[in-house]
């Protein structure tokens, strides 16, 4: 069984960046799949960069890509989502997620294909 448990999150100015981590137990980093969502307040959770762990393959929302970099350690277990530039609209709770699944390309930004989820992290970015 998989657990998650995100930190890094806080206060942040725009322009500012932040590191954000996942400390997984179990085996998600051997052949599985992880990945970062955001929620908004008042908004859906939306997909924000997704990481397969055997070929370290990755991908990223279009609002994201150039700002964020999501990778991982694998001595620590560990998932990280470094955040740069960072916006007021990027302002969320950030969730970890994982599955012991190598999901193809097509997959990666669906929410229901990860049965891990972390208890969420507040991003806020603001003056």
């Known amino acids: 069984q998989v657990q998650l448990l995100e930190s890094g999150g806080g206060l942040v100015q725009p322009g500012g960046s932040l590191r954000l981590s996942c400390a997984a137990s179990?085996?998600?980093?051997?052949?599985?799949?992880m990945a970062w969502f955001r929620q908004p307040p008042g908004k859906d959770r939306e997909f924000v960069a997704a990481?397969?762990?055997?070929?370290?393959?990755?991908a990223y929302a279009d609002s994201v890509k150039y700002r964020f970099s999501i990778s991982r350690d694998n001595a620590k277990n560990t998932l990280y989502l470094q955040m740069n530039s960072l916006k007021p609209e990027d302002s969320a709770v950030y969730y970890c997620?994982?599955?012991?699944?190598?999901?193809?390309?097509?997959?990666?930004?669906?929410?229901?294909?990860?049965?891990?989820w972390g208890q969420g992290t507040q991003v806020t970015v603001s003056s």
């Open positions: 997620a994982a599955t012991s699944r190598g999901l193809i390309t097509s997959s990666l930004r669906g929410d229901h294909q990860y049965e891990y």
């Open positions: 179990g085996r998600a980093f051997t052949r599985g799949t």
């Open positions: 990481l397969k762990q055997l070929n370290s393959g990755t």
